[in-house]
């Protein structure tokens, strides 16, 4: 075991544990948020992480037996931590500007797509961007451009939007028959694409659309359909003839209509178990699902389950208001006001 301090909080991991995973652990042991942001790391995917520096940390103290800081930040996904070892993340500031510096790097040919995009509301490059980059850029170059093309009958490819993280090309390389798509080119002409006249089309290829942080690859079949804060969410399952398909997935509906399915996502946003395509596309009546329940989404998304029960709670009061015949209540401003239902 090795004791390892982050953000003066320690905590005693197993030899071997990344400094993120570290962090994480802490954040579900004592509720903190202190974990570094992760863009092109999964923990489900093998080879994964190193690529985007979002998750860098500064390390203050090497070890009990080296004590001397690591000159400058390290990635946390792919440094492991030593016993004795002091890492600063949220509570340095020099880190922090670091950070933002990787994010604006991010951005640089990103467009701003997010009123359009069907990734909107669940990007972890908003999110990213949000906490931790700048209100502007000082990039003044062309950015690079691609047109939008189907890799797939059910799969649509936004380059512009792509940050190169690679987690759909290790998705496919380990939980496919076979990938069929990978990095083109080199450096600032780097490109995802499939192979001359292919297709992305094998049973879990669905999950390329799961693992991607930005809306560089989307669903067809839900394409421009909803904001998925204006759905809801649950858990569902079934039985699924693939035996390497658990059947359980998380349903966004809207009434009584199923808009899309996905896997279901951890609090980190990496998904715990990858579904089919045919649980993915082809299976979208409630009759095919047995419904568990709402789904548990955090109460800082937008996503969060809080509007389904403020909207209960507003057709309660809306309820008693025609049994007084409508008459008109002075409660001031809110949501719960019944003046401001919508009847």
């Known amino acids: 075991m090795a004791k390892v301090t982050i953000d003066d909080i320690t905590i005693d991991v197993p030899d071997g544990t990344s400094i993120l995973a570290a962090a994480r652990m802490i954040d579900e042991q004592h509720g903190t948020n202190i974990a ?30 080296d004590p001397r800081p690591m000159p400058k930040p ?19 500031p020099e880190l922090l500007e670091a950070r933002a510096g990787v994010v604006e790097f991010l951005l640089i040919n990103h467009p701003l797509d997010c009123p359009v995009c069907d990734q909107a509301g669940e990007c972890h490059l908003q999110d990213l961007g949000y906490e931790n980059g700048k209100e502007g850029t000082r990039y003044e170059f062309q950015r690079r451009e691609f047109e939008p093309i189907d890799i797939g009958d059910k799969i649509k490819l936004h380059m512009n939007r792509c940050i190169l993280c690679y987690r759909c090309v290790k998705t496919c390389e380990q939980i496919t028959d076979g990938r069929v798509h990978g990095v083109i080119n080199r450096g600032d002409h780097a490109e995802i694409s499939t192979y001359i006249e292919k297709a992305i089309d094998n049973d879990f290829s669905g999950n390329v659309i799961d693992v991607c942080p930005v809306g560089a690859l989307t669903d067809r079949t839900f394409r421009f359909k909803s904001r998925v804060w204006f759905t809801n969410p649950v858990d569902a399952h079934r039985d699924c003839n693939n035996e390497k398909c658990s059947g359980k997935t998380r349903l966004w509906m809207k009434g009584d209509d199923v808009l ?4 279901r996502k951890d609090r980190w946003g990496e998904v715990e178990e990858f579904i089919c395509n045919s649980c993915r596309f082809d299976h979208k009546k409630t009759s ?56």
């Open 74 to 92: 390290v990635p946390s996904c792919r440094t492991n931590v030593m016993d004795g070892m002091v890492v600063r993340n949220t509570t340095s």
């Open 260 to 263: 899309r399915v996905t896997a």
């Open 36 to 65: 570094p942001p992760t863009m092109c790391y999964y923990s489900k995917l093998k080879t994964t992480g190193g690529y985007c520096r979002t998750c860098i940390v500064t390390v203050e103290k090497g070890s009990e037996k």
């Open 288 to 343: 095919d699902w047995t419904i568990e329940g709402p789904s548990k989404i955090s109460h800082h998304s937008v996503i969060s389950q809080n509007h389904n029960e403020l909207r209960k709670l507003q057709l309660g009061v809306h309820k008693q208001i025609k049994q007084l015949d409508g008459t008109k209540i002075d409660l001031g401003e809110g949501a719960l006001n019944p003046n401001n239902i919508d009847k």
